[in-house]
């Protein structure tokens, strides 16, 4: 908030009545009664998505140009895109709204593009403590739960007692995956994250190494083993999908029926277990030192009503035809699917509310990727909140 | 170099001399004469200068307080009617401190229509925060437009200079036309202190509260007072350059006058011939010409009349409701400044009415003898009213 | 907000006293986005000169100067003249007023500077009538409106002015409509207007929530409604003879602009009908305006 430049001699007034100052000193919030909450929605795709990977954030950064950003955003949802981006049954695309203008986005198509990205990028990490996790079997749950325990600072040794690592992925045939794919995927997740993956490993608990001895928690890994993997008597098992906490030295991942056996096109079930299943042992671990890693997105659904389709401007090229699914896209051509997005329920600072604000009150937030509310300014007029296309912007009562 | 001019002609050669950037302008008699030369020299190039031929006063008033504000030298020049029309932008010019100088010819407000000399239309815009000027001749009239630019663009007030209708502007004298570039050296380019700016971006004019609206209109006071004291130094000034001499008030044969006649415009000069034939007549009258009536210029008229026992005012104007406005100005002026003083007021030469020394002398002697039965008490004594 | 945000030159500041929900807000707003830093803004007595603050404070960062009601568009002409002078020939001098200040009392000095074709852009912001005082009509008051001065016992019965007519018929270089509820076609047309040299016009709708009763937050939408019911359509008019319709959703009847607000609440089913016609009438006449053959000369 300016200060107001007061006047108090005579010799301090201006020869004519010119101004000295702004009237950024008259809180104007004190009028409002309502007030916009400017907050991100799950978009239909979304909501649809096993991974519920909030979709319009990844293509608006490729977007802003920003390709690799687009990449990490991605990541904090799928460590493992350029799999999905080719198993995945791709239930988003069913509900794309830009459907109903002209044709679904591909965004399986831009996913595997990313994931295909031979560019590292820069995730968001927590600093390595002591706790120490050991995942036994590294198939895409296994994997999943590793980078995000991982990542929140816990120090983690996947053990894969075959020759290969990927668990189940090893096995589909090479049409559906190839093996340089699987290991790109694989190579930078560890890397990434800095997980320590030992394969052909021998996995004793009665008489454990060092890494199964040392670890404050084991888990295992239903897609990383085979099903004649000896569970030792003491696990405890755990099913990522039910509100149960998991406590104990060691976790045997049991899933539910429909993800059993292991099947393919169901990938991002499995990463979202083993996310699902990292957030529920983080707990338990996180006592000693362990900073609490951001939550997931607690987004709200975007209700269809607050899509306000006639008001979008229709951005990007009208829809090619559909190529096949074998092929990667090149840049340019990802960029041209991902300016399709309607950005539904996510800011994409198209910038409405801003050239219809009355009061200056919303603008572009510090990091640029969003719009902000001046609540020092803004009266609550709500017009912002009815015109947004995306149904970003609620009006809220914050007396309560 | 000497020349012969009308009273209009030496008001735009006053014009070309300062060399005003912005002359925006609507013709009305008798003030035709000043913008249809100064379309011409401007169309012919011989002043490098955006004419504006606009559709009213009003118009011609704001678009030369729009060009001041824009840091240009403007000029525009109305009469009677058009005066009056420009009235609210009088006070804006004023308010918003730029310093436009007009001409005013000064002809009888309608109605009945009438284009001859009366003094009401300028003497009704006193209260516009405008400085008034009023000219005894054509040279005078030359003089003061130079001597009021610089006395605007120093003080940041609008400044009117008032020419007497047809006396004065239709009526040809030789006069002294000063060389271009001695103006040049007593009047440099205009550099605006104030102006609308972009690289400076402030708000004119914006609604003020109680708080700020006494010490802005208190302020304004002050600096518009201080003018008297700043036009007779620059007046003093301009006498260095041009050895001609233009105060605010200009007093003649006052030194031991017991009766002294104050009056304001052209009919000073007949006043001083009334008083050297009165003063044959062994009466001691002296006469004063205000040439400023904005700001009032008390001080002159004090030091004028000191010893002075009784004062006619001559006025070509009226008041309605009142008296004549430059009585009620000098009696203001003078009211507890001596207790002994005089003050008469007349009201002579009205839509016309050529003011004579054979209208003085009686109206002179009148003022001597007392109020005739057929007046009022309280009013002033009108000339050239039927019986 | 953080200080990052304002980092960069604002030219409308928060702060100002305006109503929540005001379009003649969004008109500056959107008009200043586009003309820029290079812009001196003339006002007069309206909305604008009482909302944009108190003395010694304003809410533009661009000079304006704020003068009496009938004095915009000569003001704006003086600027130009004395900034020309000066030679200076890029700034733009925008006189913004009120449709008070623009069909009313500024009617003969627009006039004049229209016939002049001083180098100016003289943008009304319309709310339809005198909001500043307390809304009482204006001759830019549509029939049928409820205003202070044409209460519901004496509602208006005149039309609407039709002002880019009337600057059509001065031959003015650029003439358009335009409305906050379409804030692209209002971009376009500035940026025309900016690049032109001598008079242009703009008429800008501009929705005003405490005068026509509206929900502050429909602002947007009561002006999009004006566009889609041909109430208000959009379009320019180059060098007064050129007319050429904007880009414009499909025609709607006037229900929708009708019901969100209040001024119109007591209309008859036969008002309405009769309102109705004239839109139909008024609109098949400029479209036979648009489609006619470009004068010659």
Known sequence: MQTKIIIQRLSELPTAPTTIGTMAWNQTGDWRYVTPLVADKLAPCSQNCPAGIPIPRHLGAMNRGDIEGGLALLLAYNPLPGLTGRLCYHPCQTKCIRRTIDRTISIQKVERFLGDLATDVTIEKSDKTDQRVTVIGSGPLGLSCAFYLACWGCRVVVLDPAGQAGGALVDLSPGKIEPQVLSHEINRLIRLADIRLETGAVIDFDTPGELLSNADLVILDPTGLSEDFSVPTGAVACNPFDEETATGGIISVKLPQNLTPFKAPMIAHYIAAGRLLARKVFDGLRPVDLAQPAPDLPLQAVSIENIKIERFPVSGPAAETETKQEVTWDRERALQEAERCLSCGTCNLCLQCVSYCPDASIRPDGENIAVAVDLDHCKGCGICAYECPRGVITMEDMSV | ?387 | MSEQIRAKRELFIPGHYGCPGCGATVAMQQTLSVLGEDTIVVMTAGCWSSLIGIYPYTCLTVPVVSVAFGATASVAAGIKAGLTIQGNDHTTVLAFAGDGGTFDIGFQPLSGVVERNDDILFICYDNEAYMNTGIQRSSATPAGAWTTTTPDSARKGQRKKNMVEIMAAHRIPYAATASIGAPEDLKEKLEKAKNIKGSRFIHLFASCPTGWRHATELSIEVARQAIKSRVFPLYEVFGGDTWQLSSMPEKEGVDAYLKHQGRFKKMSVEERDRMQMRVDDDWQRLINRCQAPRAVG
């Open chain 2, 1 to 387: 170099m000497k020349k012969v001019m009308m009273g209009t002609e030496a008001a735009t050669m006053a014009v070309k001399l300062a060399r005003v950037q912005v002359v925006s302008a609507y013709p009305i008699t008798p003030q035709t004469v000043i913008v249809e030369s100064l379309a011409d020299i401007i169309g012919r190039g011989e002043l490098k200068a955006k004419y504006m031929p606009v559709e009213s006063e009003h118009t011609a008033m704001s678009s030369c307080m729009g060009a001041s504000l824009a840091g240009a030298r403007t000029f525009t020049a109305t009469s009677s009617q058009g005066l009056a029309y420009m009235h609210e932008m009088l006070h804006f010019t004023a308010g918003e401190r730029v310093p436009v100088v007009m001409v005013n010819c000064n002809r009888a407000l309608a109605p009945p229509w009438n284009l001859y000399c009366d003094h009401t239309d300028s003497l009704s815009q006193r209260d516009t925060g405008w400085i008034q000027y009023y000219c005894a001749d054509a040279q005078d009239v030359l003089d003061a437009i130079l001597i009021a630019y610089a006395v605007a663009e120093q003080a940041l007030l609008p400044v009117m200079i008032n020419l007497d209708a047809f006396y004065l502007t239709h009526t040809s004298e030789p006069l002294d036309v000063p060389d271009q570039e001695t103006v040049d050296l007593f009047l440099p380019p205009y550099h605006a202190s104030l102006k609308l700016d972009v690289n400076d971006p402030k708000t004119f004019s914006i609604v003020c509260g109680a708080d700020l609206f006494s010490s802005i209109k208190y302020k304004r006071q002050g600096d518009t007072l201080a003018v008297a004291r700043l036009w007779d130094q620059v007046a003093e000034k301009y006498n260095s350059h041009f050895n001609r001499l233009h105060k605010t008030v200009e007093a003649y044969r006052t030194e031991d006058a017991d009766l002294c006649i104050v009056s304001i415009g052209t009919a000073t000069g007949t006043i001083r011939l009334a008083v050297d034939r009165l003063r044959e007549e062994g009466l001691k009258v002296g006469s004063l010409r205000l040439a400023m009536i904005r700001p009032f210029p008390l001080e002159g008229l004090q030091r004028a009349i000191a010893k002075v026992k009784h004062v006619i005012v001559i006025d070509r104007d009226v008041s309605f409701g009142a008296e004549g406005i430059v009585a009620q100005e000098v009696k203001a002026g003078l009211f507890g400044h001596r207790g002994d003083l005089k003050v008469t007021g007349f009201v002579a030469g009205v839509g016309g009415n050529d003011v004579t020394v054979d209208t003085i002398i009686p109206l002179v002697r009148q003022a001597i003898s007392g109020y005739g039965n057929a007046v009022e008490a309280g009013m002033s004594l009108w000339a050239e009213v039927l019986p």
